[in-house]
């Protein structure tokens, strides 16, 4: 597999991006590969078009670090690139075995290294640095913490991951008083400097705001996005992918959908946030929850945006479950599924569009399933609370 995705045009399998990974932002004569035929394109493309960056998906962290390194070439840019990734790696491992019992400590390097990381790696992408500060600063608020100043540096490791891909924010509602600005200051002060740090960098060395806006245009394009449809893990792919297979009563209604997902999806996801808020939940369900609404805010979600998936599912390591049995394996079944590469035809191409693979397909299905029957699950818990505390007043009169 690795020596038919690094030097030959076709991998094995299409287990990664399929034949080329140099961007069409960069000319072909002008960056050697760094293995093979692999340029680790998501990385060049930040490294070779900064600070125009004409993709706009840089924020945060991340545009300081193609800042601090624009004056390299691009192979100092790669080594140094994945020896900061090592390092987050490293230390987040250290972490979470050490906080962890010893019979899950085979899960901690399962999840530091699953499919989703592979797949960021592979693609030279920032999701891998950001799935390990989130993991990192995660294993700072997880225990009892006796340091306050241990805490604080938990948090604001979070609030630079969050800089990074501004849209794993939404994985925050699933803290405690999170508008609490006393209990949560180190968080939001580190978010909000990294944040603001990016368009004061971007207009002094001469940027345009308006190229930031090329991205989401290009999110936008029915052709890009069949064309990434592959590997594409979000809400978005999966309603597409619905429209082509139902009747044409229930396809109109995904029509409805596909057609205004932003507005469909800011009512799906505020809708079920307020229900995954729910004190009948636990920790680790609503952080999972939370985290799948979050890559669907695009419409365009690789593989690599599930290393927030695989950073949370962290967090179930140290919680004491008190959910049934049932609740504990549909979860576990959530993130098998999130971490295989399961890139294989499920359904032939049909009604003029390509073919269903299993990565946009199940992964989205069994991911938004589980988000709409915890908000489903926490329905019912209520509504037998009210009924149970109407019988209880019934009968004390």
Known sequence: MVWSQYFQIKNFGGLFAVGSDLPITVLNNRIKPIVGVHFFGDL??????????????????????????????YRVV??????????????????WLSIVSKENKGI????????????????????LLTGYLLALGLS?????????????????ILGAAFSMKIYLVFTAFAFEKIWSFKQWRALLISFFVFICSTPLIFVLLGGSLSALNTKSELYLREDYFRG????????????FHLKRMGIDQVAQI????FLNYSMFYIFYALFLAILLKSKLLQRPEQLLALSILSISIVPIAAVYAQTLVCA?????????TAGSKMRQYLYWLVIIVTTL???????????????IYSQSFLTPLVQHLYVVILGGLVVVQYCKKKLSNSVVLYGAK
Not at 140 to 156: C, D, F, I, P, W
Not at 344 to 354: E, L, S
Request: aromatic share 16%.
């Open 44 to 73: 060049l493309d930040g490294s070779v078009n900064f600070p125009k960056l004409p993709s706009g998906a840089y924020f945060g962290l991340s545009y300081l670090f193609f800042w601090l390194t624009s004056g390299f070439s």
């Open 78 to 95: 790669f080594i140094l690139f994945f020896s900061l990734a090592l390092l987050l790696c490293a230390f987040s491992l250290r972490r």
């Open 341 to 355: 590469p399961l890139n294989i035809p499920v359904f032939p191409a049909r009604n003029g569009g390509p073919e």
């Open 108 to 127: 901690v390097y399962a999840l530091h290294f699953s499919y989703p990381f592979v797949f960021a790696a592979d693609r030279g992408q920032m999701s």
């Open 254 to 257: 995904f029509e409805i959908m």
């Open 140 to 156: 700072y608020l997880v225990t009892q913490e006796s340091s306050t100043k241990r805490v604080s540096l938990g948090q604001a």
């Open 228 to 239: 990434t449809l592959f590997q594409n893990t979000s809400l978005r792919a999966l309603l």
């Open 312 to 320: 949370v599912a962290l967090v179930s390591l140290t919680e004491v």
